[in-house]
């Protein structure tokens, strides 16, 4: 199914994918775990999810761990992808009661002269809340935004039944940890993969070593699409420990950048 949410964004459920209808940039590639929490949201929008429900739709039901932190940092990271594409505040936060979906306008590619080729997927089980009641509690208290690094989707995560796995392609190694970039339709060649970018993103965060055999998915729209208009660049990678996670003590980490250029 394809939506265009607020006639600026074309989310391509079936290839996991946000696009831009507006700047000729490269798409935002949705991992599993992010394109089934999308997937519910959008499918009950403006109606208000609870976390049990995402929880269990998202995670449980996928054999994924379901923590709150989990779900929290999820969230986060579709902020973050929609704030760079112009839409700051599409995802609300309901104190004790859930998230929301709240796209102004939402068209399916149904409802673009598109046949539909078969039924849509009922929606997931929502909590009935008013819209405008839980707007109205919204400005009553105001919303938090999360900017915390987001954390805890495993490496298996991309391969989850029912998505095609993550595409990557090996580009090197900084000191014992291998990069993997995440591609989608572009396939660039590995002398033209930002390397010190992500380098400079490693600085940053001195919690990650890779003196520890590890590897890090990279995903750079500059990397992928250098000839694109420029205005924003996005900038992702997964740190994977292989010790650590092959004895069940972590999953892979995630770390997110994103800036106007």
Known sequence: MRYIINNNIKYHEDRSELISLHDHTEPLQLTATLN??????????????SRETLLTQVWEAHGQVASGNNLNNTIS???????????????????????????????????LAEKPTEPAPAPVAVAAVSPRRAL???????????????????????????????????????????????TTFHKPAV????????????????????????????????????????????????????????DNKVQCESFYESWGL
């Open 136 to 182: 109205k509690h919204l400005k009553a208290i105001g919303l938090a935004a999360l900017f915390t690094l987001a954390a805890g989707s495993a490496a298996w995560a991309w391969q989850d039944v029912g998505y095609l796995p993550a595409s990557t392609l090996d580009v090197g190694n900084i000191d014992n940890c291998s990069v993997r970039l995440i």
């Open 36 to 49: 089934r929490l999308l997937s519910a949201l959008v499918r009950n929008n403006n109606l208000v999810l």
């Open 191 to 246: 002398s033209k993969v930002d390397l010190d970018h992500l380098r400079n993103m490693l600085k940053k965060r001195p919690q990650i070593q890779c003196n520890e055999p590890a590897t890090l998915l990279y995903y750079d729209t500059q990397t992928l699409a250098p000839n694109g208009s420029g205005k924003t660049r996005t900038s992702y990678f997964y740190y994977c420990p292989l010790s650590e996670m092959a």
């Open 77 to 111: 990271i579709l902020r973050k992808m929609f704030a760079s594409l112009g839409e700051e505040e599409i995802i609300v936060t309901l104190p004790r009661q859930g998230f929301m979906f709240t796209a102004a306008t939402l068209k399916t590619a149904d409802s």
